[in-house]
């Protein structure tokens, strides 16, 4: 069965310091991905989304994501971390034949002054 | 404004009582989603629809029940079956279901239901 991997429950930063959140997926073909984020007792806010016209795709807030389809990841960075970043991070893709989002266990990303 | 609403945002039950869930969208999305999110747990799977008057049990679908009479309407029913109902509770709506190219899903604001 297709899925995703987060391979990091909480990343921990300074303020201003890059920011790297992991994902592998796993897929028979070239899969949709998305990144969302989700601020406490809020729902989903969709960062961005991969759905194979370019490999390095640019979301809201300064976040970017690369799909490496050797690598089957597709991480998630930003340059400079913000306080305002701090919050959940979910990786989303369908599994084969139909979509039904399917997520990452989350990471947590956690910014420090 | 298009979007997906919940309601309510928090919620108490007593022990051995339904409750119904509230999830209305305005995007013409045919499919509809619920989750269930715990702490530590990510979101897991309860109901999904793909059309109307259809719906199907996703991955802890025990305890709950769904209806999809309308495009727009997907109502979920926390039952006294279910054994631990206090969690965060998501919808999610997207235009299609399968196929390249899929577009992404829009989330509601979530209801938080605590059994008291």
């Known amino acids: 069965a297709q899925s995703v991997t987060q391979l990091d429950s909480h990343v921990s930063v300074s303020e201003g310091t890059p920011v790297l959140l992991r994902c592998n997926y796993s897929s028979s073909y070239s899969p949709s991905l998305f990144w969302y984020v989700q601020h406490p007792n809020k729902g989903l806010q969709l960062l961005l989304k991969y759905t194979s016209a370019a490999t390095l795709v640019k979301g809201i807030n300064g976040f970017e994501a690369e799909f490496k389809k050797s690598e089957t990841s597709f991480h998630l960075t930003k340059p400079s971390a913000h306080m305002s970043d701090a919050a959940e991070y979910f990786c989303v893709g369908p599994p084969g034949g139909s979509y039904i989002p399917t997520f990452g266990r989350g990471t947590s990303l956690i910014v420090h002054p | 404004d298009g979007g997906i609403t919940q309601s309510p945002k928090y919620l108490f039950r007593k022990e051995g009582q339904n409750v119904t869930l509230s999830c209305e969208q305005n995007?013409?999305?045919?499919?509809m989603y619920w989750y269930r999110q715990d702490p530590g747990q990510g979101l897991r799977l309860i109901y999904y629809s793909q059309i109307v008057n259809d719906f199907q049990k996703g991955d802890i679908a025990e305890g709950y029940s769904v209806s999809r009479e309308k495009k727009e309407s997907f109502p979920l029913t926390v039952t006294s079956a279910q054994k631990n109902p206090t969690a965060f509770y998501l919808c999610a709506s997207s235009l299609r279901t399968g196929g390249a190219g899929n577009t992404e899903a829009f989330f509601g604001q979530g209801t938080r239901l605590t059994v008291v």
């Open positions: 995007l013409n999305h045919d499919a």
